[in-house]
């Protein structure tokens, strides 16, 4: 993309108020203008580093201390983001001046507001609808099996993502709810890790049905079993919900099987 003076500057401005100097920002500068462009439910740090992970005992080494997202680069893309915004605002004819809109602090005006819901505070805010593309890879704790004929884990965790369509979101706290099972061969993972780890996937921007088959091919890969079950159910879409339709009761269930799960023709 082309940014022109006019906006450089607007952007100059803003990384300097926040490091207090421009010392870094042509580096981090340069490294935003190659940052390559990717999917909505994809994550920045997958695309650079193109990994798959084979050997689970090399994930933190790898994945977890690189950095290939600096907080600065972050910031430009924030601050880019947030002058476009505005302009899109602005052709909407909304009163930036109002108490309610204008910038009260640095990018938090109604349009860095917004910039910020769908990018996270920085390279490491983990809140926020769309953090997931920008921050990087919980690590996920793996235990050894030493139970050959372990049952069947099934762990249920909360889901909240946005629809890939309106950017709207979609998520288990209406009444919806979402189970990752899975039968272990080699490792058992840790539980609480599973919750972060759908976190980290379901902050993007998803159609449910490819959120659901990406977690079930996930856990496969991280736990190394084919024997893969994942079920998003009941869960309630804003872009159906608050506008179009405008269904009160609608909501979505989907599926994944894979292995004894898709053999036996399981469902919860």
């Known amino acids: 993309m082309e940014i022109n003076e006019k906006v450089l500057n607007y952007v100059k401005e803003k990384y300097k108020a926040k490091f207090g100097s421009l010392e870094n920002f042509d580096k981090d500068y340069q490294l935003y203008l190659e940052m390559p462009i990717f999917k909505a439910n994809q994550n920045i740090h997958e695309v650079l580093t193109d990994y798959s992970k084979k050997d ?3 994930v933190e080494a790898r994945y977890v ?6 907080y600065g680069v972050h910031f430009i893309m924030r601050a880019l983001a947030t002058y476009y915004m505005t302009e899109v605002f602005e052709a909407m004819k ?3 001046e109002d108490p309610n809109t204008r910038e009260n602090a640095l990018l938090k005006s109604t349009p860095g507001r917004v910039v910020k819901m769908w990018t996270g505070a920085d390279s490491e805010d983990d ?3 769309g953090s997931g593309r920008w921050v990087k890879e919980p ?3 793996c235990f050894p099996n030493t139970d050959d004929n372990h049952s069947i884990i099934v762990k249920e965790v909360d889901v909240v993502s946005c629809c890939s369509h309106h950017f709207l979101p979609f998520s288990t706290f209406d009444g919806g709810k979402a189970i990752i099972a899975y039968k272990p061969k080699d490792f058992v993972l840790g539980i609480s890790k599973l919750q972060r780890y759908t976190n980290w996937v379901a902050r993007r921007f998803w159609l449910q049905e490819d959120l659901t088959k990406h977690l079930g091919e996930a856990i496969k890969r991280i736990a190394k079993t084919e024997d893969v079950y994942i079920k ?3 869960l309630v879409h804003g872009c159906e919900k608050f506008r179009g339709a405008k269904a009160c009761n609608g909501n979505l269930t989907t599926e994944f099987k894979s292995g004894w799960f898709k053999e036996v023709d399981y469902t919860m």
């Open 232 to 234: 998003l159910e009941g």
């Open 127 to 129: 809140d926020e609808l």
């Open 65 to 70: 201390k690189q950095d290939n997202l600096r």
């Open 139 to 141: 690590y996920i704790s």
């Open 56 to 58: 689970l005992a090399d």
């Open 94 to 96: 909304v009163d930036l």
